[in-house]
């Protein structure tokens, strides 16, 4: 079960996202904001030093989120799986 519940998740995390964040208009947007913000501190006259702590503080707090994430949609994946068999369980 557990292998199968992997299977499906990967694939959900292959496909479904993907297309998700295609016509999704919240993560559009936040993609978007990303983007703008990215080309000011381009813009910007920081030192090599600087610009690589900023980087480096930017893809910590990034990798964190992405994680969080990861975690949260398998946890719901998980708990959607649970339902479907109890509720399977009940009807017999």
């Given at each position: 079960m557990e292998q199968l519940l992997e299977f499906l998740w990967e694939h959900s995390m292959d496909t479904d996202i993907i297309q998700a964040q295609k016509i999704d208009s919240?993560?559009?947007e936040a993609e978007a904001y990303a983007h703008k913000i990215q080309k000011q501190i381009g813009n910007k006259s920081f030192r090599e030093k600087q610009f690589q702590a900023i980087d480096r503080?930017?893809?910590?707090?990034?990798?964190?989120?992405v994680e969080y994430g990861r975690l949260a949609y398998?946890?719901?994946?998980r708990d959607c799986i649970r339902l479907i068999v109890e509720a399977i369980g009940e009807k017999n």
């Open positions: 919240r993560y559009k503080a930017i893809s910590a707090q990034n990798n964190l989120a398998y946890q719901g994946f």
